[in-house]
Nanobody, 122 residues
Framework: VQLVESGGGLVQAGASLTLSCAASGLTFTYYHMGWFRQAPGKERELVAAISWNAGSTSYLDSVKGRFTISRDNARNMDYLRMNSLKPEDTAVYYC????????????????WGQGTQVTVSS
């Protein structure tokens, strides 16, 4: 299984970014997809998650209304659209996959990407 993130970068506060995750080696519709982040000195946290059929989503309170998770099951891709970015959004963002028999919001996702850095300057 491979999960490959792209789309990170350095932006100013208020800007937007879209992260993409390309999945291979798995039956994509068998998996919930999540985006986690980890900032220096902080614990990893679940930012957003989407169920296998996109019927359910979940967001960290601090990103509600600014971030949107989506997926394209035909292309084995999922996305995190991030608007109105803030310096506190600075972190390494990880794409993750979890079997759809498990909880959408558990931190214990099975497969992980290598991460992409998002840096928001003030």
């Amino acid at each position: 299984v491979q999960l490959v993130e792209s789309g990170g970068g350095l932006v100013q506060a208020g800007a937007s970014l879209t992260l993409s995750c390309a999945a291979s080696g798995l039956t994509f519709t068998y998996y919930h997809m999540g985006w986690f982040r980890q900032a220096p000195g902080k614990e990893r946290e679940l930012v957003a998650a989407i169920s296998w059929n996109a019927g359910s989503t979940s967001y960290l309170d601090s990103v509600k209304g600014r971030f949107t998770i989506s997926r394209d099951n035909a292309r084995n891709m999922d996305y995190l659209r991030m608007n109105s970015l803030k310096p506190e959004d600075t972190a390494v963002y990880y794409c993750a996959a979890n079997p759809n028999s498990n909880s959408l919001t558990t931190p214990l996702y099975r497969y992980w990407g290598q991460g992409t850095q998002v840096t928001v300057s003030s």
